[in-house]
C-alpha cells in the first residue's frame, strides 16, 4: 500500500509496510486491548466503612419497646444517618492482563483499518519556527484537518506548546502513542520519519 506524501518535497508517496498497515481490522481484539488501557488508567483507591468500621453506636439508642419506633440496636446501621455502607468499597486493581504480541496486533490492526479509510495523512515534516498556536493552526488549515493527532519521531517542544490551546488536536511521540489516543481522533497526522519508526516498533 501506498500513500501520498503532502508537503513532501521531492518525495511523493510511501510504501508502506504490509506487516503493519496490511491486516485486516480485528474488532474484538480492538476491544478487549482498549478496555485494558482504560481500566489500568483507573485508581481504584475509593474506600467506604462498614457498620463496623464507623466510630460510635455502641449503644443501644433506645429500648427494644415502648417508643413506637424500630428496634434499632446502633446508631450506626446502615439504615441511620452517619453508619455504615452496607456494602462498603474496598481499594482495588483494576489491571488487565495484555502481553505484548495482543497489544502490537491491535495498535497495527487500528493503524491499517485509518490507512483504509483515508484517516492516515502522512507528511513530509512539521516543524514551527516558534511555539505559536497560529503558526500551527494555519498549517492544519491548509491540510484541512480540524480533529486530529499527530505523530512525531521524537518530543517536539515547539509542536506540543503550540498545540496545547487547540481544541482537538494533540501532539505524541511514537514512543508514547497508545490505541485509545488513535481512535479519540478523527485523523492522524503523521511525520515520514515517525511512520518508519512506527513500523519498526510493530514489527
Known sequence: ??????????????????????????????????????????????????????????????????????????????????????????????????????????????LAELARGERLIVTGSLELEAPKTKLLAGQLKQLSLDSVLILTEAHDEKLSLAARNLPGVDVLPVTNLDPVSLLRHDKVLVTVAALKLLEERLA
Open 1 to 110: 500500500m501506498k500513500l501520498k506524501v503532502v508537503n513532501a518535497g521531492s518525495v511523493r508517496e510511501v510504501e508502506l509496510a504490509e506487516h503493519t498497515f496490511g491486516v485486516p481490522f480485528n474488532g474484538p481484539l480492538v476491544h478487549q486491548v482498549v478496555t485494558a488501557y482504560l481500566a489500568a488508567g483507573r485508581a481504584g483507591t475509593k474506600a467506604q466503612k462498614t457498620r463496623a468500621e464507623v466510630r460510635g453506636g455502641g449503644k443501644k439508642p433506645h429500648p427494644q419497646k415502648g417508643t413506637g419506633s424500630a428496634r434499632a440496636g446502633s446508631i450506626r446501621s446502615p439504615l441511620w444517618i452517619g453508619g455504615g455502607k452496607t456494602f462498603a468499597a474496598r481499594p482495588r486493581d483494576y489491571s488487565q492482563k495484555v502481553n505484548r504480541k495482543m497489544y502490537r496486533g491491535a495498535m497495527r490492526s487500528v
